[in-house]
């Protein structure tokens, strides 16, 4: 569906999956808010990664970290130095670039080529390029901005001499500033005095925490080598260029682990281990197998301290991106904050007396981008037939149970009849104490399974003149993929719920 992106981003105002943050005054670029049904969604995938992380497993403790942690965190992890990308201006349009993520891609309009456009992601292959570059096409955002150039990367763009095109709203031709570097942390001052020693940065990323809290976790706590520390949170960054919905966005929901494991542990184990246990994770909430796959990190592109880090791809609408990385990062982290701080980040070996630094395992993703590609893998378009033998086009969320918004929904075939109502909302109380359940009773009942089909919503149980007539107590449960309609009682209903919503 080369409109899928569009479908999504529609559906997801429609039904109140996702908004523009500050949308009555125009957004705010690089900012979303979550409604109703997206609250739930992404709290259900929050949920899960936290039950099977944490709850299920025996090696691995949660906590919580402040989103604002003293200044120095920040210069010991290498983020006040290095958390840059380099940006370019171009200096006709106004627009901001990632430099090292500049690639050129041509347009193709009515079968001709009629221009160049940049595409900005880390685009990883040809095919990935031609989705990006066919997402500018419709948004001409950048139509007549910016120079036909092909060339392979930023590097050898600049090489190029760029025959400049004029901009359509100033004739004049654009041109690009030379790179330079733009620190991605969103500072803030704590305290009254708003001056150089009171900046601090909104974090990053949620790991620092783990390493921070490292010394408090082992101290507290009974954990023994390998274990890992969990946290879910938020990270702000000021990113160039946020785009493709919330897939990059610059307020963001982080999940992420650090696993330590002993300083002669063999790593690659362990991180194979884990880079299968998220392929899993994904996978048990309803992420196809064909639409997932690995892109390893090049070792020349990996930072010094770096094992190797792989990168559980999706295939999203714009092209196949990055959802969760998961590095080997060695002992960096836990030493540099020792030095730092001058607080030794040390386990003592019982086998060899000796004191040593923990290597660690990340694996890290991002909440929304993870809402965003269950969307893309739940959205389906189909032609079914009405009770009238009429075709008509149904939008669907095949989402896995687990994580759907909601779980079941309760509906009175007739919306006045007392005996049909009381035995519905009397189901409808009982099913509320342990799910999130939608009572509806309005308009035709067809109507009403297009309702929840489009909410993702995985049974719909109608109470109808059967359950109030004949013996049994039974229910019309109809299923959201198949479509299929079975008798059920309360009891079985239950049943299904605590096997498939776990
Ligand atoms: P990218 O290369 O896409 O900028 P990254 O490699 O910088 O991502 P990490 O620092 O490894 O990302 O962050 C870990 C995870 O956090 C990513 O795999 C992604 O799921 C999520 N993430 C990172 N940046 C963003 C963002 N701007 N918006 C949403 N999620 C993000």
């Given at each position: 569906?080369?409109?899928?992106?569009?479908?999504?981003?529609?559906?997801?105002?429609?039904?109140?999956?996702?908004?523009?943050?500050?949308?009555?005054?125009?957004?705010?670029?690089?900012?979303?808010?979550?409604?109703?049904?997206?609250?739930?969604?992404?709290?259900?995938?929050?949920?899960?990664?936290?039950?099977?992380?944490?709850?299920?497993?025996?090696?691995?403790?949660?906590?919580?970290?402040?989103?604002?942690?003293?200044?120095?965190?920040?210069?010991?992890?290498?983020?006040?130095?290095?958390?840059?990308?380099?940006?370019?201006?171009?200096?006709?349009?106004?627009?901001?670039?990632?430099?090292?993520?500049?690639?050129?891609?041509?347009?193709?309009?009515?079968?001709?080529?009629?221009?160049?456009?940049?595409?900005?992601?880390?685009?990883?292959?040809?095919?990935?390029?031609?989705?990006?570059?066919?997402?500018?096409?419709?948004?001409?955002?950048?139509?007549?901005?910016?120079?036909?150039?092909?060339?392979?990367?930023?590097?050898?763009?600049?090489?190029?001499?760029?025959?400049?095109?004029?901009?359509?709203?100033?004739?004049?031709?654009?041109?690009?500033?030379?790179?330079?570097?733009?620190?991605?942390?969103?500072?803030?001052?704590?305290?009254?005095?708003?001056?150089?020693?009171?900046?601090?940065?909104?974090?990053?990323?949620?790991?620092?925490?783990?390493f921070v809290?490292f010394k408090?976790?082992i101290d507290?706590?009974?954990?023994?080598?390998?274990?890992?520390?969990?946290?879910?949170?938020?990270?702000?960054?000021?990113?160039?260029?946020?785009?493709?919905?919330?897939?990059?966005?610059?307020?963001?929901?982080?999940?992420?682990?650090?696993?330590?494991?002993?300083?002669?542990?063999?790593?690659?184990?362990?991180?194979?281990?884990?880079?299968?246990?998220?392929?899993?994770?994904?996978?048990?909430?309803?992420?196809?197998?064909?639409?997932?796959?690995?892109?390893?990190?090049?070792?020349?592109?990996?930072?010094?301290?770096?094992?190797?880090?792989?990168?559980?791809?999706?295939?999203?609408?714009?092209?196949?991106?990055?959802?969760?990385?998961?590095?080997?990062?060695?002992n960096?982290?836990l030493t540099q904050h020792a030095n730092a701080s001058g607080k030794p980040q040390e386990m003592f070996?019982?086998?060899?007396?000796k004191k040593f630094v923990p290597?660690?395992?990340?694996?890290?993703?991002?909440?929304?981008?993870?809402?965003?590609?269950?969307?893309?893998?739940?959205?389906?378009?189909?032609?079914?037939?009405?009770?009238?033998?009429?075709?008509?086009?149904?939008?669907?969320?095949?989402?896995?149970?687990?994580?759907?918004?909601?779980?079941?929904?309760?509906?009175?075939?007739?919306?006045?009849?007392?005996?049909?109502?009381?035995?519905?909302?009397?189901?409808?109380?009982?099913?509320?104490?342990?799910?999130?359940?939608?009572?509806?009773?309005?308009?035709?009942?067809?109507?009403?399974?297009?309702?929840?089909?489009?909410?993702?919503?995985?049974?719909?149980?109608?109470?109808?003149?059967?359950?109030?007539?004949?013996?049994?107590?039974?229910?019309?449960?109809?299923?959201?993929?198949?479509?299929?309609?079975?008798?059920?009682?309360?009891?079985?209903?239950?049943?299904?719920?605590?096997?498939?919503?776990?």
């Open positions: 569906n080369p409109n899928l992106m569009e479908a999504l981003v529609s559906l997801a105002k429609r039904r109140g999956f996702i908004y523009q943050s500050s949308e009555i005054y125009g957004g705010l670029n690089g900012f979303f808010d979550y409604g109703p049904l997206g609250v739930e969604l992404k709290r259900n995938i929050r949920d899960c990664w936290w039950r099977d992380m944490v709850h299920r497993r025996d090696d691995i403790v949660g906590i919580e970290t402040s989103i604002i942690m003293h200044p120095k965190v920040w210069e010991a992890s290498g983020h006040v130095a290095g958390f840059t990308d380099p940006l370019v201006d171009c200096k006709v349009s106004k627009q901001r670039y990632r430099a090292d993520q500049l690639f050129w891609s041509p347009v193709v309009v009515d079968g001709k080529v009629a221009g160049y456009v940049s595409a900005l992601e880390s685009e990883k292959t040809a095919e990935d390029l031609q989705a990006a570059a066919e997402s500018f096409k419709r948004k001409k955002a950048l139509q007549g901005a910016l120079a036909p150039v092909v060339a392979k990367d930023f590097t050898e763009a600049a090489e190029t001499e760029i025959p400049l095109i004029p901009s359509p709203a100033t004739g004049e031709p654009g041109s690009l500033t030379p790179p330079r570097a733009f620190n991605m942390m969103f500072e803030t001052n704590v305290g009254a005095l708003k001056d150089a020693s009171s900046v601090a940065y909104l974090r990053p990323e949620t790991a620092q925490g783990m809290d408090n976790v507290t706590t009974r954990v023994k080598l390998p274990f890992g520390i969990a946290q879910v949170g938020k990270s702000f960054r000021n990113e160039i260029t946020p785009r493709n919905f919330i897939f990059r966005s610059r307020e963001f929901e982080q999940m992420e682990m650090e696993y330590f494991i002993h300083e002669h542990a063999d790593w690659a184990k362990a991180h194979e281990e884990w880079i299968t246990w998220c392929e899993k994770w994904l996978k048990s909430i309803g992420l196809p197998e064909s639409h997932l796959s690995r892109y390893a990190h090049p070792k020349e592109k990996l930072a010094f301290y770096s094992r190797g880090t792989v990168d559980i791809m999706f295939k999203y609408p714009f092209g196949v991106q990055e959802l969760w990385g998961i590095a080997a990062r060695g960096y982290d070996d019982e086998a060899t007396k290597h660690v395992i990340e694996p890290a993703v991002g909440t929304d981008r993870i809402f965003l590609a269950v969307l893309t893998a739940a959205y389906a378009e189909e032609d079914v037939k009405d009770e009238k033998g009429n075709v008509e086009k149904r939008t669907v969320l095949r989402f896995s149970p687990r994580i759907a918004p909601v779980k079941v929904a309760v509906l009175p075939l007739l919306k006045n009849k007392e005996q049909l109502t009381d035995r519905a909302k009397a189901l409808y109380a009982k099913l509320k104490r342990n799910y999130a359940v939608q009572y509806d009773d309005g308009g035709a009942i067809g109507k009403r399974y297009r309702r929840q089909d489009e909410a993702g919503t995985p049974w719909c149980v109608t109470i109808d003149f059967d359950t109030i007539e004949k013996p049994g107590d039974t229910f019309t449960l109809r299923e959201r993929d198949s479509m299929s309609q079975k008798r059920i009682t309360e009891a079985e209903l239950f049943a299904l719920l605590a096997e498939q919503v776990y």
